[in-house]
């Protein structure tokens, strides 16, 4: 009922930017938190950025001053701007979303399929 599409990703070079967006989309009365996740091949997921419904947000400590996440209520979507990206930043990058569908409804998480973003020289 619920829907996450990525786009944005793609191969840079070391220093390069990129910016993923992430729509949500079907029955959503209110999207709380939202975020970005990635998985490089042999390593554990791991948290990047959220933000709350109200703009909080909250980086991991190896991408703080680099990315930037943010949101747009109106469109149902997250963003994050990427810069000076690192060979170590390349791995599948997923969305997810904590969603309320109405208002009597629990909270519920979804995740995107995912988006390669590769940085090689």
């Known amino acids: 009922q619920v829907q996450l599409a990525e786009s944005g990703g793609g191969l840079v070079q070391p220093g390069g930017s990129l910016t993923l967006s992430c729509a949500a989309s079907?029955?959503?009365?209110?999207?709380?938190?939202m975020g970005w996740h990635r998985q490089a091949p042999g390593k554990q997921r791991e948290l990047v950025a959220a933000i709350s419904n109200g703009g909080r947000a909250n980086y991991a400590d190896s991408v703080k001053g680099r990315f930037t996440i943010s949101r747009d209520n109106a469109k149902n979507t997250v963003y994050l701007q990427m810069n000076n990206l690192k060979p170590e930043d390349a791995a599948v990058y997923y969305c997810?979303?904590?969603?309320?569908?109405?208002?009597?409804?629990?909270?519920?998480?979804?995740w995107g399929q995912g988006t390669q973003v590769t940085v090689s020289s």
């Open positions: 997810n979303a904590e969603v309320l569908v109405s208002w009597y409804s629990a909270n519920t998480n979804h």
């Open positions: 079907g029955s959503i009365f209110r999207i709380n938190s």
